[in-house]
């Protein structure tokens, strides 16, 4: 059976799969969620809850049950998500929940799978979420004011609420129902724009909060970042720490709905990161300071296909630094560290409800300790243990670590880190100690995309790109008005109103009459006219005679562009693009796109022309994308030829070429660095905008120092480079053969350069010292009876795991002793244990995962007395199948 039948036959089978799951109804014994002062009370005890943040429609639904296993892999309890009003409702009354908006699949997925959902319905999400989730079309309801005391919006909005909560009810999802949602949201950080609304504001946030709960929803309401949330509702936490925050009620849990575990990405911009030390410290330290529920924005972030990622100018790719990343693949070592951190913050899990507040005991001057110890039964509610103690010790020096005595022993603190005692004695885990592996993520093919060629022939093709004839074809776009529908109006129109957001284009043409007089007056003046523009976003080109003479970039700026004219009639042509909606702010139905003020032409013989009140043509998108060359059934009928090797990159130009799916089932990606700005399709399904801005060339941050408060701009990458070139292609949309790929290029780029990816985890490195602690596994179940926890073995091990379907082939490094580097770069030092290479590849190779143990004893001997021995090492992972996932294009 070749590979790529046998991939098909393994998509049909999980299709199957999801069908099954879709299928089964009751996920839990049905259960009543209520909460107190300290936590959310799930079928009668309180919990100390993880959630998993994943989009539904930043991923396909054959990815989700391997999205939401990992999820459940690395310690969450609960998966979050938003709803997406804009994709459930693309049109007023006309209802979409289907593909990646199948929200009923996403949600009984998650119930089988075991765990809890949060969901966010908003309706508003912001989410770098195009137009912040709501559709465009509601601008257009007659008297319409988004998000304040406004009757026409809140008819809207009540609609689309209940529409949700009445889908839940009637598919038995909520937790009274043996469902899986435990909690719901209405709004979102309305409070970053309540006092621009004054009054009214005020007035919004309390009917939003009583239309909420009179919907009977039956599971509790929260609001984020709302410090006036009315009772009953629960105001939750936004930020990247959230370990001071406060309700505005004593009678409802600290919860952290967003922990912001990297960030989102415009076009031309760096790439952030952050650390996974001091994220694990902002969480740990939430835990400590009696937070009950933490949900990481985003676990995976996924990808903004279609025209769906926000704006202004956000990137088509959502990693967002997230524990896993865009393609599904586990992003170490920031999953495997809060993986852990997990693990020990279930051990102090029934100390933790048990004890209303904690103890809080002060350690040095920058140094504190959290413990939370209770001795009585707590009324009325149904704790496991009534006997534990757990404390967090933290020190929250930016620069030195601390020793500290607590409860008769000393306790050795890095800076910015909290250690995890769940017994109040035994150290589990510090926040800045990683023992996980980091992964290296690989891309195993950069070959161009030709058809109908062998593998042998490409890699010659790699060596020798002019021996090989390549096959694209092309179609220009026409400039200006390409249909019937263009119409005429006096004046300038708001982008938005005339487009509808159908599209990312708006064609605005007149006529422009120059006179012999004026020429002469050029010539003898020695000037050019000028045309200006008082305000526009957020892309522009200009075209005089078909040509195009000048651009601009950015959101409500002025524009001044010299033009040249020939005697007579000229036509000017105004490309108006968005690139992403507004999705954040107050007043977004008045943000609108294209221009703003006067338009005008100035250095005429006579005078300006104020071109604000001329007649104009309009012609909305693009002709291809109307016609929809970029489908199978459509593409035939466009009128391609074929393109030459040689031929110079064209602006305003459609591509198509076929290729063949890779072998495998490695997330495969089109790598679009030699192209400009524009759009891709793969079989019909938009993959999204790309564009090639280059970052800054400087900003990025050689080494990440994890300590101290993070902020965006604190550890990015990618300086000089574009922001994005690889764009994910899902393997569900892909065939094994003959895939069309189409391409609109704007400004001009070689599609002969073209290339898939492969992206895999290829390399993985561990580097774990005698002072680690113990893994987590190893330590038992919290004793109930004494409240004490124990352990068999105290040794620290090294753990190396290749990804799925993937086994360890080699060791490329191995040193017991006092290694120098880091992962790619280690070297030996100067104490070096002679057997460690034999010691670790007899413990690994072959196999999908390994522990090696941290002690003299697994390496025969003590290789240098008095100093405390690392084990670093590197291990190549290969398929598990000897296939490498050679590409037949």
């Known amino acids: 059976m070749g590979a790529s039948r046998a991939l098909l036959l393994c ?309 967002y630094d997230a524990p896993i990343d865009e393609y599904g693949l586990l992003s170490e070592p920031k999953w495997g560290h809060l993986k852990d951190l997990h693990a020990a913050i279930k051990l102090c899990e029934a100390a933790l409800v048990a004890a209303d507040s904690p103890q809080y005991i002060k350690l040095g001057p920058k140094q504190e300790a959290h413990v939370y110890h209770v001795d009585l039964q707590t009324g009325g509610l149904k704790f496991e243990n009534q006997s534990r103690c757990s404390a967090f010790l933290a020190n929250i020096d930016e620069h030195k670590a601390a020793a500290v005595t607590f409860f008769g022993q000393t306790y050795n603190l890095p800076p910015w880190s909290v250690s995890i005692l769940p017994d109040c004695r035994n150290t589990v885990f510090n926040t800045a100690k990683v023992a996980a592996q980091t992964s290296i993520k690989m891309v195993d093919f950069d070959l161009p995309l030709f058809s109908n060629i062998s593998v042998h022939q490409q890699f010659m093709v790699h060596n020798e790109v002019s021996y090989i004839s390549k ?24 982008h938005l109103n005339v487009t509808k957001d159908y599209s990312d284009y708006l064609w605005y043409i007149t006529r422009i009459y120059v006179s012999d007089d004026d020429i002469s007056f050029w010539e003898e003046k020695e000037v050019r006219p000028t045309l200006t523009i008082d305000s526009m976003r957020d892309v522009l080109r200009i075209f005089i005679n078909g040509q195009l003479i000048g651009s601009a970039i950015g959101h409500w700026v002025k524009v001044v562009q010299p033009v040249q004219f020939v005697q007579g009639y000229n036509d000017l042509v105004l490309l108006s693009q968005t690139v992403g909606l507004q999705n954040y702010g107050a007043f977004l139905e008045k943000d609108g796109a294209g221009f703003r003020g006067q338009i005008k032409l100035t250095g005429f013989r006579n005078g300006d022309i104020d071109l604000s009140k001329s007649s104009w043509t309009y012609q909305v998108g693009l002709k291809g994308e109307f016609l929809n060359i970029y489908t199978m059934e459509e593409s035939e009928k466009a009128e391609w030829s074929d393109l030459n090797l040689d031929a110079t990159p064209a602006t305003f130009t459609w591509y198509k070429t076929y290729f063949n799916a890779p072998d495998g089932t490695e997330p495969v990606a ?91 985890i290829r390399m993985i490195c561990g580097q774990v010292s005698e002072s680690h602690y113990p893994p987590l596994w190893k330590w038992s179940r919290p004793d109930f009876a004494d409240g004490s926890i124990s352990i068999n073995d105290t040794t620290p091990e090294l753990h190396l795991r290749c990804d799925d379907e993937h086994v360890i082939a080699s060791i490329e490094f191995a040193s017991y002793g006092t290694p120098r580097g880091s992962c790619q770069k280690f070297s030996k030092g100067n104490c070096h244990a002679p057997n460690s290479f034999s010691i670790v590849s007899e413990a690994c190779v072959g196999k999908k995962s390994c522990f090696v143990g941290i002690s003299n004893t697994v390496f025969g001997g003590d290789p240098c007395r008095g100093v405390v021995k690392t084990l670093a090492a590197e291990a190549r992972c290969v398929s598990s199948s000897n296939n490498l996932g050679a590409s037949q294009l």
């Open 11 to 319: 998509l049909l089978s999980l299709s199957l799969i999801i069908e099954l799951a879709v299928a089964t109804a009751n996920f839990f014994k049905p259960f009543n969620v209520s909460y107190d002062h300290r936590a959310l009370i799930i079928d009668g005890e309180r919990r100390m809850l993880i959630s998993a943040g994943i989009h539904y429609p930043r991923a396909t639904p054959e990815m989700w049950p391997d999205l939401i296993a990992k999820s459940k892999e690395g310690g969450a309890d609960v998966i979050q998500t938003y709803v997406f009003w804009n994709g459930h409702e693309p049109l007023r009354g006309q209802y979409y929940f289907e593909g990646r908006y199948d929200l009923v699949k996403f949600v009984k997925l998650v119930g089988s799978s075991g765990l809890y959902l949060h969901l966010r319905i908003g309706p508003y999400v912001c989410a770098e979420w195009n137009f912040g989730g709501f559709p465009v079309w509601l601008r257009d309801v007659p008297g319409i004011e988004f998000r304040t005391n406004n009757v026409p919006f809140k008819d809207e909005m009540q609609r689309f609420v209940e529409k949700i909560v009445k889908l839940m009810r009637e598919e038995m999802l909520f937790s009274w129902q043996g469902g899986p949602i435990i909690m719901l949201q209405i709004e979102n950080e309305y409070g970053d724009v309540e006092s621009s609304y004054g009054q009214r504001g005020k007035e919004y946030v309390k009917w939003a909060a009583q239309m909420a709960l009179g919907l009977g929803a039956g599971v509790p309401w929260v609001m984020c970042k709302q410090s006036d949330a009315p009772d009953n509702i629960i105001n939750a936490c936004n930020g990247y720490y959230c370990d001071g925050f406060k309700t505005n009620s004593n009678n409802t849990p600290v919860l952290w709905t967003e922990d912001w575990d990297g960030w989102y990405t415009k076009w031309g911009g760096r790439l952030p990161h952050r650390p996974v030390e001091d994220l694990a410290f902002a969480v740990a330290r939430f835990f400590q300071r009696g937070g009950s529920f933490q949900n990481y924005y985003m676990y995976f972030g996924g990808t903004n296909f279609n025209r769906t990622s926000g704006g202004p100018f956000y990137i088509t790719s959502y990693d």
């Open 670 to 760: 089109l790598d679009l660095g030699s192209m400009g700005k524009g759009q891709a399709w793969v079989n019909g399904h938009h993959i999204g905008r790309y564009w090639t801005l280059v970052a800054p060339k400087d900003g990025c941050q050689r080494i990440c120092d994890y300590r101290g408060p993070y902020h965006s701009n604190k550890c990015t990458t990618n300086c000089g480079n574009p922001t994005q070139t690889w764009y994910h292609i899902p393997r569900s949309w892909l065939h094994a053969s003959d895939n069309l790929l189409v391409i609109f290029e704007e400004t001009g780029g070689n599609p002969f350069d073209i290339s898939l990816k492969l992206h895999s």
């Open 471 to 494: 096959s694209w074809m092309t179609v220009k776009e026409p400039i200006g008005v390409w249909s019937e529908n263009a119409f005429n109006v006096q004046g300038i129109l708001e």
